[in-house]
């Protein structure tokens, strides 16, 4: 089970280097971020720092018209 802290910073710093790029705040695509972290920490310990590099990769890899 992946601790909500590292969870929550995680989220926060990939989603804050992903903004960016000119995302809007409420886009839709930061849901799709916390459930891929979500899984990506309950399949093996991590720390926020290797989390939110999962994410940003994660976020770059969507397509534009995904959301």
């Known amino acids: 089970m992946v601790d ?4 929550k910073n995680a989220t926060d710093t990939a ?6 790029r000119d ?3 409420q886009d839709s695509r930061r849901c799709l ?3 891929h972290l979500q ?3 309950e399949e ?3 720390d926020t720092e290797e989390l939110a590099g999962f994410g940003i990769a ?4 969507l397509p534009q018209d995904e959301c």
């Open 23 to 25: 995302v809007g705040p």
């Open 44 to 46: 093996r310990e991590s």
């Open 15 to 20: 989603w804050t280097v992903y903004r960016a």
């Open 58 to 61: 994660y976020l770059l890899r």
């Open 33 to 35: 971020l916390e459930r």
């Open 4 to 7: 909500e802290v590292v969870l």
């Open 39 to 41: 899984r990506r920490g």
